[in-house]
């Protein structure tokens, strides 16, 4: 994907609305974890309300969290990736977990529910049996950047989808601290873009999707910034498929660089465990 416009015009200026609150999310914040036997938090078999079912053990290894209203988001959430520690130092490492959002849960009691394999990394060597028996843990956490190794971003064709027009996609390996907007599709070579509805978190349909081989561009946002990113090429072939994976030959990487004023700067350095 190559980058399009420096800024966005101001009939996108509403997309960015939601982008701005949380324009600090890079700085490090306080609340709350709890262990949680649910499927879609242990087992990804379970989907999830973002969707990912047994996709998400290979997105981050089985270190998944359903997340509450304010990091889910109504499914802007989905996918992104966040840093925590405990804060209880008799029980807790202080190296912390990276975990995936793939799920939404509504208690007001916790911001994350974490499923085992993340739950038990919060703990000291020998204390992970300790730390289930414990409510609601306080907890440090900020966003951070997914990190998908060599992967490129990816589309998942969905199996909702029904040639010759209805089109549903899921974002792979989206990567960075950036959220996506917007989606349109044309056929390569043409100016007709059709816009795509978001489905829900990654996922994205369109009834009028073009014949012939398809690219792709988006709204791209990383705090107050964002920006039109595209595929300048073939992204999906004429005889796509539902099921199949197509890899866009590109990584959305960071497309503004917050100062983050008026943030408080972290007091530790936060460790991948």
């Not at 996709?55 to 889910?72: C, D, K, S, T």
């Not at 405990?86 to 208690?107: E, I, M, N, P, Q």
């Not at 974002?171 to 989606?183: E, K, R």
């Not at 005889?239 to 408080?264: K, L, M, N």
Request: glycine share 10%; proline share 5%.
């Amino acid at each position: 994907m190559a980058v399009l416009l420096p800024a966005l015009s101001s009939c996108l200026l509403l997309l960015l609305a939601s982008s701005i609150a949380s324009a600090c999310e890079r700085c490090v914040r306080q609340g709350k974890a709890a262990y949680s036997p649910s499927p879609s938090t242990q087992l990804p078999a379970g989907g999830g309300v973002c969707g990912y079912g047994a996709m998400a053990m290979e997105i981050n290894g089985g270190f998944l969290a359903a997340g509450g209203p304010r990091q889910h988001r109504a499914g802007l959430g989905c996918g992104r990736c966040f840093q925590m520690r405990c804060r209880d130092a008799k029980v807790c490492s202080s190296r912390g977990v990276r975990v995936v959002l793939t799920d939404f849960h509504r208690s007001n009691r916790t911001d994350f529910l974490l499923g085992g394999p993340a739950f038990v990394s919060l703990a000291k060597p020998g204390m992970a049996q300790q730390l289930r028996t414990l409510d609601a843990l306080s907890i440090d956490y900020k966003r951070i950047p997914c990190d998908y190794n060599d992967k490129n971003l990816s589309i998942l064709v969905e199996e909702q989808s029904k040639k010759p027009s209805k089109l549903v996609i899921k974002f792979l390996y989206q990567g960075g601290q950036t959220d996506i907007l917007a989606v349109d599709v044309a056929q390569v070579g043409s100016s007709d873009w059709r816009f795509m509805s978001r489905v829900h978190g990654p996922v994205w349909s369109t009834d009028r999707a073009p014949t012939g081989p398809l690219q792709f561009r988006a709204v791209v946002t990383g705090g107050y910034d964002g920006k039109w990113v595209w595929a300048d090429k073939e992204v999906l072939p004429a005889d796509w498929q539902p099921g199949q994976v197509y890899d866009t030959g590109a990584r959305i990487a960071d497309v503004a660089r917050e100062s983050c004023i008026g943030c408080a700067r972290p007091d530790w350095e936060m460790k991948v465990a």
